[in-house]
């Protein structure tokens, strides 16, 4: 399962970015959704994860500013980022975890896109 991520970009603080991930390749079925992201010097993060049932985790960081949504039948989770800081600055990845459907056989998956660059900066 591939996953594809779009929406980065250079952003002012107080500004806004809405970036979105979609899955692709084979059948399968995905149960949580989220967010990760990494800063120069850091270690990878989690910022939000959303479940098949619809249960949802922020990091306390960006609770009440970032909100995480999914498309289930186009396979897709957005985080929309408001209110964005200098400190959100990072590369973001998406995540997705799930089960992928062969001819003979089911297997788990956890797939991560490629990244997306975030930059917050006047």
């Known amino acids: 399962v591939q996953l594809q991520a779009f929406g980065g970009g250079l952003v002012q603080p107080g500004g806004s970015l809405r970036l979105s991930c979609a899955a692709s390749g084979g059948i399968f079925r995905i149960n949580a959704m989220g967010w990760h992201r990494q800063a120069p010097g850091k270690r990878r993060e989690l910022v939000a994860v959303?479940?098949?049932?619809?249960?949802?985790n922020y990091a306390d960081s960006v609770k009440g500013r970032f909100t995480i949504s999914r498309d289930n039948a186009e396979n897709t989770v957005y985080l929309q980022m408001n209110s964005l800081k200098p400190e959100d600055t990072a590369v973001y990845y998406c995540?997705?975890?799930?089960?992928?459907?062969?001819?003979?056989?089911?297997?788990?998956?956890?797939?991560w896109g490629q990244g997306t660059q975030v930059t917050v900066s006047s």
């Open positions: 995540n997705f975890g799930g089960i992928v459907y062969y001819s003979d056989y089911a297997s788990h998956f956890d797939s």
């Open positions: 959303i479940a098949s049932g619809g249960i949802i």
